[in-house]
């Protein structure tokens, strides 16, 4: 008599579809996946990676999606929120990796409003909830670029305002060496850790920073990392990346000194301080008030210590 064909276990415990949740207040408590074999299921490992990985990266939906607005996140929430409620592993594009953390821990981390905000319309209050409460209370551990420990309850714009700062005072000095350095070796390594989610904020297309305090970045955002030299983030091998000014112009532009480009420095650096400084807090400030929206709408207090460390340069 022939063995009895067992079913494969993506058949015996198929993943939940849901094409429009219910608001908030009206969704039943997400609960996690129940699979056979937790621990051995390919399927449910890639699904949760896979989200994951979508929300570090902040993709773009490769379908139906012209102006580049619609995440490719959402298309995994939508064919399984319960996914939502699980805990996994990813590396970001700056290279840092975040263990034990679920998409939404992420999103909010990141600083990712429009992420977390899509999230919500899966998300029972319960579990945002509970989630939120545990992020800013006891933070996530990650591993950055060069192998270090860090945790971390909210990524931190303060190393790049305080680099600009810092190159603002170099000017003011007529202290040009000292510029070219704060230019590559501060504002290019804060730059360089930023979420893609920030990055996207100098690579928005049909938004530039030359409104400077007064730049709006509540609108849609599209899921660009392209600049004028390539994406923001360099392939792996690649030399180090440039340091990058918006300003005015229709693409976020690239210069590694501002004398290799021919150009005076005091005039190339101002830009980045009459614009993309201001532009920048700006965004600081609106990421707080959005985060101070998501704690009272979740009935969250932020706690003291949870106030935007900063990861390192």
């Known amino acids: 008599m022939p063995a009895e064909k067992k079913s494969p276990l993506s058949q015996t415990t198929p993943l939940p579809l849901a094409l429009r949740p219910a608001p908030v207040e009206e969704q039943k408590t997400l609960q996690p996946l129940r699979l056979l074999d937790y621990n ?39 064919q399984a929120p319960s996914l939502l409620a699980h805990k996994g592993y990813v590396t970001d594009l700056a290279g840092n990796t975040f263990r034990e953390i ?47 420990q860090h945790k971390e309850q909210l990524f931190s714009l303060q190393p790049l305002l305080n680099a600009y700062a810092h190159l603002e005072q170099a000017i003011e000095e007529g202290k040009g060496d000292l510029a070219d350095n704060i230019w590559v070796n501060e504002i290019g390594a804060a730059q360089a850790v930023v979420p893609a989610c920030v990055a996207q904020q100098f690579c928005h297309p ?32 690649i030399p180090p990346r440039p340091v990058y000014v918006r300003g005015h112009a229709s693409m976020a532009f690239p210069f590694c000194f501002a004398f290799a480009c021919n150009v005076d420095y005091p005039d190339l650096y101002s830009r980045a ?19 101070n929206t998501l704690t009272a709408l979740l009935g969250v207090t932020m706690p003291q210590e949870s106030s935007s460390s900063p990861r390192p340069k």
């Open 40 to 78: 051995d299921d390919p399927l449910f490992e890639a699904k949760v990676g896979d989200l994951l990985t979508a929300v570090a990266h902040a993709a773009p939906d490769e379908k139906e999606n012209p102006d580049s607005t619609k995440t490719e996140a959402e298309q995994f929430v939508k």
């Open 102 to 148: 679920t998409p939404f821990h992420l999103a909010v981390l990141l600083g990712d409003w429009h992420m977390y905000n899509m999230m919500l319309k899966y998300m029972d209050k319960t579990t945002a909830k509970a989630q939120l409460e545990e992020l800013l209370t006891k933070g996530v551990e990650y591993t950055d670029a060069k192998g270090e």
């Open 206 to 237: 049909t938004r530039h920073f030359g409104e400077g305090k007064d730049t709006d970045f509540s609108g849609s955002l599209p899921r660009s990392l392209e600049t004028e030299g390539g994406l923001w983030y360099p392939a792996a091998g």
């Open 273 to 291: 301080i009459v614009t993309d400084l201001p532009s920048v807090q700006s965004l600081s400030d609106k990421r707080t008030e959005q985060l």
